[in-house]
């Protein structure tokens, strides 16, 4: 084989490295926002359900009833408390434990649909940056969607007897929900107001998926 044989074949080589390489960094940053909505939904049902299991069998356990609720503020004294922490506990396991230790950067949803957290840098995402973004970001400062935010309202009304404040916290997040998923539509970064806090990003999880290669000839 020529020089110039060579030359050529080690100059194709490269170009379908460089190729390969930016489809995966394409792949990785360009996340369907269809996708996202969809992680966004399962995480709120199965949140829902992990967040109201431990209130709804206290209150069952409470009030000796067969049709038992999830709502706190029928629940005597102190299961209340003790069920709207037991929430939190919950919902913390759900949205921290889980893409911390189970699946890296993963909650349940975004594993469906093959999505990941990660630090803004690239880098995997850590406990620190977590509870910032999953308890911080979603569950308290926006919080309207999420059954865990509620109970922390809850328990506050509890707390102070002022149901009003019930009322005023839910439109409050319900503001920051919108202005979340206005920054997530319409920004470059398409970052959430708890991205922000957290400092992450969401990507596409490329491990199980195949290379949408262009043409290379």
Do not use: C
């Not at 359900?49 to 000796?64: E, H, Q, R, Y």
């Amino acid at each position: 084989m020529g020089k110039k044989q060579v030359d050529r074949k080690t100059k194709n080589e490269n170009r379908v490295h460089r190729i390969l390489k930016e489809n995966e960094e394409a792949k990785k940053n360009s996340v369907n926002l269809w996708r996202r909505f969809s992680a966004y939904l399962i995480d709120w049902l199965l949140g829902t359900f992990f967040a109201a299991f431990p209130v709804v069998m206290l209150n069952g356990i409470a009030l000796n009833m067969s049709d038992m609720t999830d709502d706190l503020l029928v629940v005597p004294y102190p299961y209340n408390y003790i069920g709207g922490a037991l929430a939190i506990l919950f919902s913390f396991i759900y949205f921290v434990i889980i893409p911390w230790r189970v699946w890296k950067g993963e909650t349940v949803g975004k594993h469906m649909m093959n999505l990941k957290i990660v630090k803004v840098n690239g880098s995997e995402v850590d406990f620190k940056a977590l509870v910032l973004r999953q308890m911080l970001g979603m569950v308290l400062v926006e919080g309207a969607m999420f059954t865990s935010s509620n109970y922390l309202r809850e328990m506050l009304a509890l707390a102070t007897g002022e149901i009003k404040i019930m009322q005023y916290l839910y439109y409050l997040g319900i503001g920051m929900t919108l202005i979340s998923v206005i920054l997530v539509i319409f920004t470059y970064k398409n970052q959430a107001i708890h991205d922000r806090i957290g400092e992450t990003k969401v990507i596409m999880n490329i491990k199980n998926t195949v290379p949408n290669i262009r043409k290379i000839v």
